[in-house]
């Protein structure tokens, strides 16, 4: 099991940085994270379209920075209290879900595509973490993947502009 948060289980911080405790399952928990972002994203578009899940988004990054800045000041940093923290994967897999109609099959190629960014780490993902500390390197670098994918999803739906 992954590190209990530091602020206890309801502080608002803990709901949201480990959104809503998914980050303290034993397995994987930025992928679970990332699988339980697709409902919220989905309910977000089809109440509001792409700038309501870009809104939510931006809700999420925003919080996410407040909470894991939070987490991370009350750790020690033998806890491991960053593999706990999730919010970041769920603002990369929001921020991917932007760039797709809202389809369980285009749903499913974005978070595969998403996780494989997580998971496999390439440029930029690796540049960002290094360059940012704290709660703005772990939110950023997980964005930056969500961009990439992002592109390369909207692109080959929409098409290259000539």
């Known amino acids: ?9 309801w502080h608002p911080a803990s709901l949201i940085g480990t959104w809503f405790g998914v980050g303290m399952l034993p397995k994987a928990p ?3 994270a990332a699988l339980a972002a697709l409902p919220v994203a989905f309910s977000l578009q089809h109440a509001a379209g792409p700038l309501g899940v870009a809104i939510g988004c931006a809700i999420l990054f925003v919080s996410g920075l407040w909470a894991t800045e939070m987490l991370l000041k009350n750790a020690n940093e033998e806890d491991g209290i960053e593999d706990t923290i999730v919010i970041d994967n769920v ?3 929001t921020l991917t879900l932007v760039a797709v109609p809202a389809d369980p ?3 499913a190629i974005a ?3 998403f996780t494989l960014m997580i998971v496999m780490k ?3 993902t690796t540049a960002v973490r290094p360059a940012f500390n704290g709660a703005v ?3 950023l670098d997980d964005v930056f993947g969500a961009i990439v994918i992002a592109a390369l999803l909207f692109f ?4 290259v502009p000539a």
């Open 91 to 93: 603002t990369g897999q």
């Open 1 to 9: 099991m992954s590190t209990p948060p530091p602020l206890g289980f």
């Open 105 to 107: 099959v285009f749903y």
């Open 122 to 124: 390439p440029w930029p």
């Open 111 to 113: 978070y595969i595509g």
């Open 156 to 159: 080959s739906i929409q098409g």
């Open 30 to 32: 930025g992928l679970w």
């Open 137 to 139: 390197g772990i939110m």
